[in-house]
């Protein structure tokens, strides 16, 4: 066997040291045994594709390295320059590289071999252009047995011994193909079998991303076959040799190795997706700072950082120093770089730093990277940022004012192929959709696009401005949206969010006037056809801009007949007549009119509108008659509209407006009742709702009539006879219909104004009497003319009974007073029947008359009611027969005194009979007529009662009387069967009469 790389001269050269010192031994074996079962207990994979890479640089050939686990044997194979003796002697010597002056070498410290002594203890190397070292654990103790000052040492160390110091010729080994060296690795026990295979499952593309210079990692374990590539991968690298100065400066706390190799380096790898975007670090890939292996110092960033930074002697952390502040700066810079190389996404986002990190190292760099992003053009805007704006003095100018301030914009960056790019704090972002930012980029400067979330902490971070809605509406002013036509606006609103009424509240109105108004609220959209309404000072919306999302922040859908109602509208017209220049105005509201459709009377208030009349002078449209018009020939002498206006408009407009054609009608829903709220510009409306508030019950709140019509203008009429002729026909014929509220039946105010007016024949309704109707009303109300329908007649208040009479409001009064009025003239029998029907009526709602209807010595005369009296006993007559008298059915005598507030005959006499006289039996035939007669009587030769001569007195249960016919009617009042009373006195006169008097009395 030939010993190709020296080792037996290695050997002796390290026993004859450990033999010379045997202190030297210890340190050998000690050092060793921290490195395997320290820094590097659990690199093994990580250093073997380190060596692996440094052997592809030095080869110059791409990097392969193929790892199999072949039951207990790990073999590690590779391309690259094969071993030679420096390599062997630099991995037989701790702290010392053979690769000091390779420029990109992964090892520097030779001690990363040392990792294989955590599971071997026969490792094995082979290149199959130069030959095969190996190491041995049990040959190297038996050397250091056999020297006698060392055995001492190794019992005290049990047979420990430093393996890699002392190399040994081996036999060449089978490389395989395409690989030019292997390391084999017979593992030591089932457990380090196990961590080397745990090892393989973890080694991920970190490997690679670390090692540049090798290419693929091939693994074979179990007869599984993976490969490791760094694909995928977005890469930012930079890299440079120091200068001697730097040297000095930098290293001057590092060792002599590190500084023989003046290199640095810095290399940050971002996972990419399949969209190109970047990804969280793999699961497998330590979320460690890399240098360039894995190590302790913990990044928590989606980035993996490899960088040539100085260790500490644990291989664990790195080292503190200013060779690591350099690097800090470097790595900062090469993060921004990755940033910018980056697809401009808002992933983006989640590759900036928050402020806290999670070890000293992360959050000095952290603190690095932040410095340094908000001022790197980074994001991409739909808009060019606003110019920068610095504040400059003459402080440093030739002539020196040290008070001189001014400002000067500095240039805006170009837009480039694909946009603007911008600082952070350059920039705004906007929550919306993309057609929204669209819309509005030209109002922010610097505006993100859609999908750029606005509460993404990295927005802070960057500095980048947040533009609520409210701000873009606010700033939709000016300059900004000068020339803007309504269609833009329109398009605008299309995007605008409906669900954000608060941000919008201020959003600008383009109107058809031209104005630019700021909130649609109190702003009118009208449908239908284009007009122009610009006299009525109304916020109409451009019908170009007219959009639903309008509707939502407070504009009114208008019609033309809504408009007409806008209080604005209103004003204008009830102004119009003291206007300079009213003709804009009627020409606005007649063709909303039009366009409405109003039928005459649906608007009363639009008979204040000015409008010129047929001699040029202006007058409220109401006092206007239509030329030709059927009202032409019945209402007094008026001014007619213009000629013009009836060409123009037509009569249905003019009607509409109040110009008089036929009567114009109100109508009307839902009106309540009220002097406040019932105001439809009638004569007399105020005085006809006290009338109906007098026929309602007492109630709580006013009453609502559900539909209201009326004829007005009916002051205005010179034709009454022409005028009822339609009145009392459809369609005015349905303004005389009663109401019915809260139950009651009242007159409508068209028939309450005819009945109380002289309409017919000069006389009102009231006054008179359908001919052929009640002839208890004879005498008392006047026939009404002919030629008119009963029913309508009736409606205007013309009687029919004398009980439809009492039940009107008022009607009992009336009638007492045509009562007591001497013109009338009425017979007895219609006068005792009109005292009956009076007695019926309540008394509440009549006032006690000055003047009655009564009989004086048979005689119907009108009296004073203090003389009058009513008769309640016919046996009362005889006493108070100089007196008026009301006479009517004795068992109504105290109802008619009560409502006319006239004492009783009763009241007035004592009735006392004064006389006296002798107690006669009744004959016993009058019990055949009255079978409850008395049995006895008191005769009289002359009955005095009070004084005063009388046939008869029923008085305390005894009839007192003179004669026969006192008699008989004593017994029938005492039975009561005063109709008896004749038929009675014939039986006392004829007894024997009876038979024929019991027949008559059966046939009545």
């Given at each position: 066997m ?6 037996d ?23 060793e045994?921290?490195?395997a ?23 110059g ?9 072949d039951g ?18 630099g991995?037989?010597?701790?702290r ?11 090892g520097?410290?030779?001690v ?9 203890d ?10 095969a070292?190996r ?11 056999s020297v006698?000052a060392?055995a001492?040492?190794l019992s ?15 036999e ?7 690989f030019d ?11 380090a079998t ?9 080694a ?10 090798l ?8 007869d ?18 120091f200068?001697a100065e730097?040297v ?9 190795e ?11 790898a ?17 979320a ?10 913990a ?29 800090v700066?470097?790595a ?17 986002l ?21 410095r ?11 808009s060019a940022?606003?110019?920068a704006v610095e ?24 837009k480039g ?5 911008v ?53 939709l ?24 009424p608060e ?8 109107l058809?006037?031209?104005r630019?108004?700021r ?12 007009l122009?309404?610009?006299?009525l000072?109304?916020r ?8 639903p ?12 007949r ?27 509201v ?6 409405a ?7 009363p208030?639009?008979?204040e509108?000015?409008l010129r ?5 202006l ?28 060409d ?14 036929g ?22 409306e ?6 109906v ?25 010179a ?10 026909r459809?369609?005015?014929?349905g303004a ?9 039946e ?7 104004w ?24 004879q005498?008392?109300?006047a026939?009404?003319?002919s030629g ?11 009687r ?8 009107s409001?008022?009607g ?10 001497d ?12 005292w ?40 009362l ?15 109504l ?9 006239l ?10 009979v004064?006389?006296?006289g ?20 008191v005769e ?17 249960g ?17 039975a ?8 009675v ?20």
């Amino acid at each position: 066997m030939v010993d190709i790389f020296g080792t037996d001269r290695m050997r002796a050269a390290v026993l004859t040291a450990w033999t010379a010192s045997p202190a030297r031994f210890r340190e050998d074996a000690n050092a060793e045994e921290d490195f395997a079962l320290g820094g590097y207990r659990d690199r093994l994979i990580v250093e073997l594709a380190q060596n692996a890479a440094d052997a592809a640089l030095r080869g110059g050939v791409p990097g392969v390295l193929r790892l199999r686990l072949d039951g207990d044997v790990l073999t590690a194979a590779n391309t690259g320059a094969p071993l030679d003796a420096i390599g062997v002697e630099g991995l037989s010597t701790l702290r010392v590289s053979g690769k000091r002056d390779e420029a990109g070498a992964a090892g520097r410290f030779g001690v990363g071999f040392a990792a294989v002594v955590s599971v071997t203890d026969e490792p094995a190397i082979c290149s199959r252009d130069s030959g095969a070292v190996r190491w041995s654990r049990e040959e190297t103790a038996a050397l250091v047995a056999s020297v006698p000052a060392l055995a001492g040492q190794l019992s005290d160390r049990d047979g420990h011994v430093p393996l890699l110091r002392l190399p040994y010729a081996a036999e060449p080994m089978e490389v395989p193909e395409g690989f030019d060296t292997v390391v084999r690795l017979p593992l030591r026990d089932k457990a380090a079998t196990e961590a080397v295979r745990g090892m393989l499952a973890e080694a991920g593309p970190a490997l690679l991303l670390g090692l540049p210079a090798l290419g693929a990692i091939e693994i074979v374990a179990d007869d599984n076959v993976r490969t490791i590539t760094a694909e995928g991968w977005r890469l930012v690298a930079d890299s440079g040799e120091f200068t001697a100065e730097q040297v000095a400066e930098l290293f001057s706390d590092r060792p002599t190795e590190e500084r023989a190799r003046p290199y640095w380096s810095v290399r940050w790898a971002v996972r990419l997706g399949d969209d190109g975007e970047p990804r969280a670090l793999p699961s497998g890939v330590p979320a460690v700072v890399h240098a360039p292996t894995p190590s302790d110092e913990a990044l928590d960033l989606p980035a993996l950082l490899i960088a040539s930074f100085p260790m500490a002697t644990d291989r664990r952390h790195v080292a503190k120093g200013p060779l690591t502040d350099f690097l800090v700066a470097k790595a900062a810079d090469s993060y921004v770089e990755l940033l910018r190389g980056l697809p401009r996404r808002p992933r983006l986002l989640d590759l900036v730093p928050a402020l806290m990190g999670k070890g000293e190292l992360d959050a000095r760099i952290r603190e690095a990277v932040l410095r340094r992003l908000p001022g790197t053009p980074l994001l991409p805007a739909l808009s060019a940022p606003a110019p920068a704006v610095e504040t400059a003095s003459f402080a440093d100018s030739a002539v020196y004012e040290p008070d001189a301030e001014w400002q000067s914009e500095q240039p805006v960056a170009e837009k480039g192929s694909d946009g603007w790019l911008v600082r952070g704090r350059e920039a705004a972002v906007l929550s919306g959709s993309a057609d929204l930012l669209a819309a509005v980029a030209g109002f922010v400067p610097g505006l993100l696009p859609a999908g750029w979330p606005a509460r993404h902490p990295a927005m802070s971070t960057l500095g980048v401005r947040r533009v609520e809605l409210s701000d873009v509406v606010d700033g939709l002013s000016g300059e900004a949206v000068e020339g803007r036509d309504a269609t833009w606006w329109h398009s605008l609103y299309d995007v605008l969010p409906h669900d954000d009424p608060e941000s919008l509240g201020a959003l600008p109105v383009p109107l058809a006037d031209g104005r630019l108004v700021r909130g649609p609220r109190g702003t009118l959209i009208l449908t239908g056809a284009a007009l122009h309404l610009e006299a009525l000072g109304l916020r109409i919306v451009h019908p170009d801009a007219a959009h639903p999302l309008l509707l939502r922040l407070g504009a009114a859908e208008a019609t033309p007949r809504t408009v007409l109602e806008d209080t604005l509208t209103r004003t204008a017209i009830s102004e119009s007549l003291d206007s300079a220049d009213s003709d804009p105005v009627a020409r606005a509201v007649l063709s909303l009119v039009d366009a409405a459709a109003l039928a005459p009377g649906e608007a009363p208030w639009l008979a204040e509108l000015a409008l010129r009349g047929a001699d040029g002078e202006l007058y409220a449209a109401g006092e206007l008659l239509l030329p030709g018009g059927a009202l032409a020939g019945i209402l007094e002498e008026g001014p007619l509209a213009a000629q013009d206006l009836v060409d123009t408009y037509g009569a249905r407009v003019l009607t509409a407006v109040g110009v008089l054609d036929g009567f114009a009608m109100v109508h009307d829903a839902d009106v309540l009742l009220d002097p406040d709220e019932c105001e439809h510009d009638l004569d007399g409306e105020a005085e006809w709702l006290d009338h109906v508030h007098d026929l309602l019950p007492d109630l709580d709140v006013p009453p609502v009539v559900a539909e209201f019509t009326a004829v007005r203008d009916l002051e205005l009429v010179a034709d009454w006879s022409a005028a009822l002729a339609l009145l009392t026909r459809p369609p005015l014929r349905g303004a005389l219909h009663p109401l019915r509220v809260e139950g009651v039946e009242v007159p409508s105010y068209t028939a309450w104004w005819l009945a109380r007016h002289p309409v017919l024949d000069g006389r009102s309704p009231r006054e008179l009497r359908l001919p052929g109707a009640d002839p208890l009303l004879q005498g008392l109300f006047a026939d009404a003319p002919s030629g008119f329908d009963p029913g309508a007649l009736s409606m205007l208040g013309v009687r029919t009974t004398l009980s439809d009479l009492l039940a009107s409001h008022g009607g009992p009064e009336e009638l007492l007073e045509l009562m007591a009025d001497d013109a009338v003239e009425v017979d007895r029998a219609q006068l005792r029947a009109l005292w009956i029907a009076l007695a019926g009526v309540e008394p509440a709602r009549v006032a006690p008359p000055a003047r009655v209807r009564a009989v004086l010595d048979g005689e119907i005369v009108v009296a004073a009611a203090d003389d009058a009296v009513v008769v309640e006993a016919p046996d009362l007559l005889q006493l108070v027969s100089a007196r008026p008298l009301v006479l009517a059915s004795y068992d109504l005598a105290e109802s008619l005194s009560e409502l006319l507030d006239l004492p009783l005959a009763g009241e007035l006499v004592t009735g006392e009979v004064t006389s006296s006289g002798a107690r006669r039996e009744v004959p016993p035939q009058v019990r055949s007529l009255l079978p409850t007669a008395p049995t006895s009587y008191v005769e009289h030769e002359r009955l005095l009662v009070d004084g005063v001569e009388c046939a008869w007195r029923f008085t305390d249960g005894t009839i007192h009387c003179t004669g026969v016919d006192g008699l008989a009617r004593g017994l029938a009042w005492a039975a009561g069967q005063w109709t008896d009373r004749l038929a009675v006195a014939a039986l006392l006169r004829d007894p024997a009469a009876v038979p024929l008097l019991l027949a008559e009395a059966d046939l009545a």
